[in-house]
């Protein structure tokens, strides 16, 4: 190997195959000489995901929209009391991991101090084709910053395009502590002009390096990305929005006659007796309603606890007292359990359910940090197993909840009718103007979405336990966000 200082172009080393160039990567960290990999589809410049924007014919324009996402998160993390940090100056580099694990472009380039994280990353990937080379790029990070600074400053680079060897712990993003995950800030272009670090060469076979996927890209998540969900689900929306409209106007360019409609927000005042405010029980609430503690992935992962629990397909009675006996056996052996992401285990005339076991783990791992008491843990989870039983009957009278955030992201939840109703505020008749509304939840939540208007908190947080949840998990995909809180809800009508 080489690593001279001043060398160009990378120092190829070539294996036969991507668990070849692993264990060669493994000997160099057992060895000492390199720390830190980093694993491609192809043998690429070692360069960040903004770098290789500003590459493009369309540099600024993409440049822009990074900067627009950037700027949305920022507006909407000032609003998260849990996330505000993220803006402080000195912790500008957790802030980038967050957006740099969730796919917005930096200038920050991903590595591992685990080869075989490398390794996945150089054979999971589209480009990954049978035939077609790829690399594990290896290096000391000390002595790489080291020598590119050294450069940029007698290149008379501007400072702060100056490299930097970036570790930084995000107590909360499980997916970076998955991949054990560290940066090199690079916004130079062209390092391999300036260093030959080592890339280890292999040929793609069309088999993945043996390495599950959920260890790099866990199925649980933490309290920080449920919360992240909801950014991106506002995101998605928003870009839906944006290429509806350009859609419109291509048609109208056409000679397409178009039109569309836009709800109004009703003044839910003009619906309430004068002076009428939100029930009394929104405001003494729980701090925890409104985030859950921050926890590393190890912790809430490692030996976590296993429940294994069977359902009869044709007879799924008495869910709720028999997912409780669970629990409380649960709590009984492994007390701290609703600190760990407990393995749920649902099996279904004998056959595990993959599908329910993951909504199960979902139901916990939203609950657990929340105020929910072991009641209405089991509720939550017994609904969700039985909404996931095929050929089960919904209910007669139901009534599609739509939940959403103020910046537009949604989450819709089929939930009866009488179970809403149940859930108003005692003196709910008294304060509206047509009582009558409150006969019927898709007139009343069309013209009171505020919830605090129309719901006692106590009570609405045992319609999510025993409804809004279940129905929410079972409904959506993985990436798609889930509301655990009432708290956090702050629009609640009718889809």
């Known amino acids: 190997m080489s690593n001279i200082p001043g060398a160009e172009v990378p120092v190829d080393h070539v294996v036969d195959s991507v668990n070849d160039a692993v264990r060669l990567a493994e000997q160099w960290r057992a060895d000492g000489s390199h720390v830190w990999f980093r694993g491609q589809a ?38 998260i009391p849990s996330l505000k940090y993220l803006l402080d100056e000195e912790h500008t580099d957790a802030f980038f991991a967050v957006l740099q694990h969730y796919g917005v472009p930096t200038h920050y380039v991903d590595f591992s101090t685990d080869p075989n994280v490398a390794g996945f990353f150089a054979a999971h990937n589209p480009s990954a084709t049978p035939g077609q080379q790829g690399c594990i790029i290896a290096i000391d990070p000390g002595s790489f910053v080291e020598l590119l600074r050294t450069i940029a400053q007698v290149k008379g680079v501007a400072r702060e395009a100056w490299p930097e060897q970036v570790t930084v712990v995000v107590d909360d993003l499980w997916r970076m502590q998955a991949q054990s995950g560290h940066f090199i800030y690079l916004p130079l272009q062209s390092v391999e002009n300036w260093y ?7 040929t793609h076979d069309g088999r993945p390096h043996p390495i599950p996927v959920e260890q790099i890209y866990p199925t649980r998540k933490s ?7 909801e950014f991106f689900s506002e995101e998605l929306t928003r870009n839906n929005q944006f290429y509806l409209n350009e859609m419109f106007d291509q048609w109208q360019r056409q000679g397409i006659r178009v039109s569309h409609a836009t709800a109004e927000v009703p003044d839910e005042m003009a619906y309430l007796q004068p002076g009428s405010g939100p029930h009394e029980s929104w405001s003494r609430l729980d701090p925890r309603w409104h985030s859950s503690p921050p926890q590393t992935y190890s912790a809430a992962t490692g030996d976590a606890p296993r429940v294994d629990f069977e359902v009869a397909g044709d007879q799924p009675t008495d869910l709720t007292s028999r ?5 409380d056996s649960l709590l009984a052996a492994h007390p701290r359990s609703r600190e760990r992401a407990v393995h749920w285990v649902i099996a279904c005339d004998g056959e595990i359910q993959q599908q329910w076991s993951e909504r199960a783990e979902r139901v916990w791992d939203g609950m657990r940090g929340l ?42 939840a089929q939930v009866s009718t009488a179970r809403i109703r149940s ?30 208007f129309a719901f006692d908190f106590d009570k609405l947080v045992e319609l999510f336990a025993t409804s809004i949840i279940p129905a929410q998990v079972v409904r959506y995909r993985h990436d798609i966000a889930v509301f655990y809180s009432p708290a956090t809800v702050p629009i609640l009508g009718i889809a």
Not at 49 to 69: F, I, K, N, Q
Not at 387 to 404: F, K, N, Y
């Open 423 to 452: 859930a108003y505020r005692d003196d709910l008749r008294r304060l509206l103007r047509e009582p009558a509304l409150a006969d019927t939840p898709r007139l009343l939540l069309q013209v009171l979405r505020n919830p605090a």
């Open 42 to 79: 192809r043998p690429w410049p070692l360069i960040g995901s903004l770098g290789r924007l500003m590459e493009t014919a369309d540099a600024d324009a993409e440049v822009e929209a990074v900067e627009a996402r950037i700027g949305s998160f920022v507006r909407w993390a000032e609003k």
């Open 196 to 202: 030959g670090y080592d890339r280890i060469i292999f």
């Open 371 to 412: 105020p929910y008491d072991t009641g209405q843990l089991a509720a939550a989870l017994a609904a969700t197993i039985e909404l996931s039983i095929p050929g089960r009957r919904d209910e007669a009278d139901c009534t599609v909840l739509e939940l959403a955030s103020r910046g537009g992201a949604t989450a819709r």
């Open 223 to 229: 309290s920080l990305e449920i919360k992240l969900d």
């Open 323 to 327: 997912v409780r006996q669970a629990i």
